[in-house]
C-alpha cells in the first residue's frame, strides 16, 4: 500500500503544472473533490462520526488544517522552481517526523532507520542541489516554500498516525480532507483567488488531482499508517522525487541533470536500509 501510495503521489507534481490556475485554487479543488468523492461512501459510517470522542474529532480536524496549510505552500511552490526542486525540498519531512514521533507517538528508531534516513535526505538534498547552486531567487524562494510545506505535512502525518489507532480510514480521511478543503476556500476567498472561469483541461487536473494523488495516493499512506511508524510512511514518501522526476521527464519534458540520477539511487537505497530495519524487528512493526 505505500509503494502504491508513493506512485500516485508522484503523479501530483505533473498535474499541479499542468493545471493553469492559482496555487490556491488547485489546492482548493484538489481537497474538495475529494470530499466529494468519499461523500457517499461517508453516508455508511454515519453513526459512526455520530459517536466519535472529542479527541478523535480535534485530532482529525488538527490534521485536516496542517493539510491544508501543507498543500497551500508546496503547490504556490511550483510556481517558482522545478518539480524535481519541489518534490525533493517536501521530501525532507521524515526528518520532522522523525522528531515528531519521537516526542508525541514514542516511536523509537535503530541504527538502520537512522542510516537509511540521512541517506534518503542526503539523496533528496542532492537532487535540489542544482537550483541552489545556481542561485536564481524564484528558484530559491520556491525551495523555501517546499520546505514549509514539508513542515506541515509532518504534522499532518504524526497527527494521522494518532488518529489512526483508534479510528478506521474512511472516516478519517472523510474528516480530514473536508477540514482542509474549508480551509483552503477560507484562504481563496481571504485573497480573493478565482474560483470559476478555467479551462475544461484545467479541471479535468483538478479531478485527475484528487483522484490519483489524493484518494489513491494519500489514502493509501494514511491506510498504512495504523500499521507502520510515522517515520517509515513518511521516508517513503522519498521516492516521490524520483517518480515526478521520471514522469516529469515524460510529460512535461523537463531533462533532470546528473544528479537527479544519482540523488535518486541514493534515495533508493537509503529507503530500502529504513525498511530492513523495521523487518529485523520480529515483535511488530515498530522500530527498536
Known amino acids: 500500500m505505500v509503494l502504491i501510495g508513493v506512485i500516485a503521489v508522484s503523479f501530483a507534481a505533473i498535474f499541479i503544472r499542468m493545471a493553469e490556475a492559482p496555487a490556491l485554487a488547485i489546492a482548493f479543488y484538489r481537497m474538495g473533490l475529494s470530499a466529494i468523492m468519499l461523500f457517499p461512501v461517508m453516508l455508511i459510517y454515519r453513526d459512526r462520526l455520530r459517536n466519535l470522542e472529542t479527541r478523535v474529532i480535534f485530532l482529525s480536524l488538527g490534521a485536516g ?7 497551500a505552500f508546496w503547490v504556490q511552490a511550483f510556481t517558482y522552481t522545478s518539480v524535481s526542486s519541489a518534490v525533493v525540498f517536501l521530501s525532507t519531512q521524515p526528518l520532522f ?5 519521537l516526542i508525541f507517538l514514542g516511536e523509537r528508531i535503530n541504527k538502520w532507520f537512522v542510516v537509511g534516513l540521512f541517506l534518503a535526505v542526503g539523496g533528496g538534498l542532492i537532487i535540489g542541489w542544482g537550483d541552489l547552486t545556481m542561485g536564481e531567487p524564484e528558484a530559491i524562494r ?9 513542515i506541515f505535512a509532518a504534522f499532518y502525518f504524526v497527527l494521522g ?5 483508534t479510528l478506521g480510514l474512511l472516516p478519517y480521511i472523510f474528516m480530514a480532507y473536508s477540514t482542509a478543503a474549508l480551509f483552503l476556500l477560507g484562504f481563496c476567498l481571504l485573497w480573493r483567488v478565482p474560483l470559476t472561469g478555467y479551462t475544461g483541461s484545467t479541471y479535468g487536473y483538478f479531478f485527475l488531482l484528487a483522484l490519483i494523488p489524493t484518494i489513491i ?8 499508517l495504523k500499521y507502520l511508524p510515522a517515520s517509515f510512511v513518511a521516508l517513503s514518501i522519498l521516492g516521490e522525487p524520483v517518480g515526478a522526476t521520471i514522469f516529469a521527464f515524460f510529460l512535461l519534458g523537463e531533462v533532470p ?19 530492513g530495519g523495521i523487518k529485523r524487528n520480529k515483535k511488530g512493526m515498530e522500530f527498536n
Open 65 to 71: 488544517f496542517f493539510l491544508a496549510l501543507h498543500f
Open 142 to 150: 520556491g525551495n523555501l516554500l517546499a520546505l514549509m510545506g514539508a
Open 217 to 224: 495516493g494519500h489514502s493509501s499512506l494514511n491506510w498504512s
Open 161 to 165: 498516525s494518532r488518529v489512526r489507532a
Open 97 to 101: 517526523v522523525t522528531g515528531l514521533g
Open 257 to 275: 541533470h546528473l544528479l537527479t540520477w544519482l540523488g535518486g539511487a541514493v534515495i533508493l537505497v537509503g529507503i530500502y536500509l529504513a525498511l
